[in-house]
């Protein structure tokens, strides 16, 4: 979200989590577990569009 139009993120970022969630919408859950090691890695825990992310990896990949 932008504030004062600010992104409230580097686009770099941006970019980034635009990506994971791509990956997981197209089901490639390898790629998706990478990036959000990744983000969590630059974010920590504590961000809410990485929570988002790992819940709808979590529903969308299959279970073994």
């Not at 941006?14 to 998706?32: T, W």
Request: glycine content about 6%; hydrophobic content about 35%; aromatic content about 8%.
């Amino acid at each position: 979200e932008d504030i004062f139009e600010v992104p409230a993120r580097p686009e770099k970022y941006q970019k980034m989590l635009d990506e994971l969630f791509r990956a997981i919408d197209e089901g490639r859950f390898e790629d998706a577990r990478a990036g959000l090691a990744q983000l969590q890695t630059i974010f920590g825990s504590g961000e809410p569009e990485l929570t988002k992310a790992e819940v709808r990896l979590r529903r969308r990949e299959p279970r073994p």
